[in-house]
């Protein structure tokens, strides 16, 4: 794709940027007429093709931002696609822009997720990726899943200039203070969420935190929301994309894989279909060995498994309380609250089985340990 010379020449975070924005509460046929004026504002070379060149239409999916595709029939009759992502209103509670746009530029440098091509008032622009998108039931088919584990392990490797500090206890607790201060106008939502504990949840954050602690899990850049939504395929190339790093962070290794693990649940969060021990050991030898999964050892993979599961109960807390945030900031009409208590109730039904897999792991380590020095 070949939009435009400015666009190429981004090698230190010189992209494209216009101060316009597009309003999002119109419909796509309206919306047309500042969808033109902006791409016309960042690439040049499309400043003098009249409307008739462009046209517009959403892209399904996603519940954070409006995703359009733009089409531009060039003056030699070369038709080149791009997204528009519009930011939901709001998003900025629970996202950290800045650290997104950072994330996309050294990711796409690694050959990860679309290209960054332009950035604007309230969005960004970004190469059309030809591929289909997963579905939850596509996570555990074994190949994608050795695919999918291959390109984390790859992903994780990538490195992203400035501090490695992980974000997650840092994000959970801002996400806390602010899920947990909230009121709303409509009185039913208010009952229901009245309704939450935050003493409770508070107590919850600490105990996880604490026993994570002691793992000792590696911190390596993290995706953070690699549900199907963010994973395409194209299957003649049979080349896997992982995109959307809104979320992305350094933060433990096993949380971006215990998150990934709740996603085989999908929006609907039937949590039976969180993948067995086996499948999860599938997953985890393609991850640590690309090359050789048959050569990876029983104590890897079994310190993996007890670090997948624990972290695994973090990404329940997590999201919880992001959908906390966003039921009272977003726009989007998606039962957030209801969201909280899926999410929020498999932590609870799933946190004494993992914490103690964890708190024995670690007194099996600890004796292992004595028994070595002596
Ligand atoms: N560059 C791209 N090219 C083609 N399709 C894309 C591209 N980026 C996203 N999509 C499609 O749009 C969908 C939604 O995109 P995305 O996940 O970025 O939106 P979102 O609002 O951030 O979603 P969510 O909050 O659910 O993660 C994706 O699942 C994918 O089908």
Redesign the pocket.
């Given at each position: 794709m070949d939009v435009s010379g400015e666009a190429r020449n981004n090698s230190n975070l010189q992209i494209p940027y216009s101060s316009l924005t597009v309003d999002h509460t119109l419909p796509v046929p309206d919306m047309k007429p500042s969808l033109v004026k902006l791409c016309k504002d960042l690439f040049k070379k499309w400043s003098n093709l009249d409307e008739s060149h462009f046209s517009a239409q959403r892209?399904?999916?996603?519940?954070?931002?409006?995703?359009l595709?733009v089409s531009v029939e060039e003056q030699d009759g070369n038709i080149v696609h791009v997204?528009v992502?519009l930011y939901?209103p709001n998003t900025e509670y629970v996202i950290d822009r800045e650290r997104e746009l950072k994330a996309i530029h050294y990711l796409s440098a690694a050959g990860f997720?679309?290209k960054l091509l332009g950035v604007f008032g309230n969005g960004m622009v970004?190469?059309?990726?030809?591929?289909r998108?997963l579905e939850p039931l596509d996570l555990r088919k074994p190949k994608l899943a050795a695919e999918i584990a291959k390109q984390l392990k790859r992903f994780h490797q990538v490195d992203i200039p400035g501090s490695k500090e992980p974000q997650l206890w840092i994000d959970i607790s801002k996400f806390f203070e602010r899920a947990s201060s909230l009121t709303f106008d409509d009185h039913e939502k208010q009952k229901r969420y009245s309704t939450i504990s935050f003493k409770e949840v508070h107590t919850e954050i600490i105990k996880l935190k604490e026993l994570t602690g002691h793992l000792n899990a590696p911190v390596v850049f993290s995706h953070n929301?690699l549900?199907s939504?963010?994973l395409?395929l194209n299957e003649d190339e049979e080349k896997l994309y992982i995109?959307?790093f809104?979320y992305g962070s350094y933060s433990y290794r096993g949380f971006d894989i215990g998150n990934h693990f709740n996603e085989y649940a999908g929006y609907d969060c039937d949590y039976t279909l969180y993948p067995n021990k086996d499948e999860q050991y599938h997953f985890f030898r393609h991850y640590l060995q690309s090359e050789r999964a048959d050569k990876v050892s029983e104590k890897d993979l079994e310190a993996l498994y007890v670090e997948t599961s624990c972290y695994m109960l973090a990404s329940h807390l997590y999201w919880a309380l992001w959908a906390l945030i966003q039921a009272k900031m977003s726009p989007i009409d998606f039962d957030y609250l209801g969201y909280f208590f899926l999410r929020y109730n498999e932590y609870k039904k799933q946190k004494d089985t993992c914490l103690s897999l964890g708190r024995s792991y670690l007194s099996e380590s600890k004796t292992r340990g004595r028994s070595e020095d002596n």
């Open positions: 892209v399904a999916g996603g519940i954070t931002n409006l995703l595709k997204t992502r939901g997720g679309a970004q190469s059309f990726i030809h591929a998108t929301d549900l939504g963010n395409m995109i959307d809104e």
